[in-house]
């Protein structure tokens, strides 16, 4: 029996908010730009570790995977990277996939417009003609807060990700490495009150920056930065962490320390930005982990690395428990998949029975 005039009528407002639901661009209340790690506070943290964990365990079975996939397949992405990238790129690549979102890219400079001269700005403009996100990586720093500040002056602005600009910062590594702390410390009461190491190129590396500022939101922490003087953190950095007392040390000297850390989160040398073979005075030897330094490690400490590495963590550790750093890989994965749910506001949809 076709339905009532009247009743065709009182369906159409919800379906008119569903479509709107489903077709405007996410509130900006919520999240929408990524670009820098200042402005994350604890309970979004939070809310994105649960969801990362919930993500996670749904993709878990067919059913779950396949409820993931359907959440987002209206949206597209851009991934533009035109800076070197494996992890942030698959991760990301991948994440959009897992939420069945289709994607576009770029990676090498010399196929898009910019070769003829086109602005960098008419180039993110005309990205976001043609998609619902624009994630970003760059070899100069601020080129994401760029793009955000364009969008926030168009028509039609999307969100966009910072997944690294230059030696600056590299936000969503961050969060999957809060997320791999907060994981890993679980049996411990998580984050607060922990004795966190920085090691390597801390100068010029923009991971252990980024990370340095989320510190902020958890209690009690105190950082050690172990690096040659040469690669030691900026002062832009530590002034952050003085502003937020944010308690750190400083050492050359690694062993002195390991006792003394929870978890201990090792970089490698950037030598990309090396202007006169500045890394190859680093005897890093002293800047390594491997059989002897793991003695000196608490039994139930961590070791981090953001990777690629190089010879700072011999491989021969990657069977030791406390070797995090191909699940922290991994992590990256789940933590770009909670990141996008939030953008677009899709947590809600997200059910599975409480943690
Ligand atoms: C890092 C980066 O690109 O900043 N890698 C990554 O994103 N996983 C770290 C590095 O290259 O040393």
Redesign the pocket.
Known sequence: MPAAPTDRHEVTPIATERLSETLVMPARSSLFHVIDPRVFERSLLDELCDLATRVRLLAKTDAGARTLHDLLPTRRAMLYFT??????FLSFSNACHILGMRTSEIRDPSTSSEVKGESFEDSIRTFSSYVDVIVM?TKESGRAAQAAKLMNTIPRPVPVIN??SGSDQ?PT?ALLDIYTLDRSFEPQGGIDGKVIGMMG?LKR???VRSLCYLMKNYKGVKLVFIAPDQFAMEPDVKAYLDQHRIPYTETTDLASVLPSLDAVYV??M?TEWDTAGESRAVDLTRFSIGERELKLLKRDAIVMH???RGPEIDPVIDQDPRAMYWRQ?RN?MWMRVAVLIKIFGAEPRITLPDL
Not at 83 to 88: A, E
Request: charged residues 25%; proline residues 13%; hydrophobic residues 10%.
């Open positions: 800076q070197p990238s494996t992890r942030t990586r997944a690294g590299h590594q190129d590396g923009r991971t970089t490698r950037q953001p990777l690629p890989e990256g």
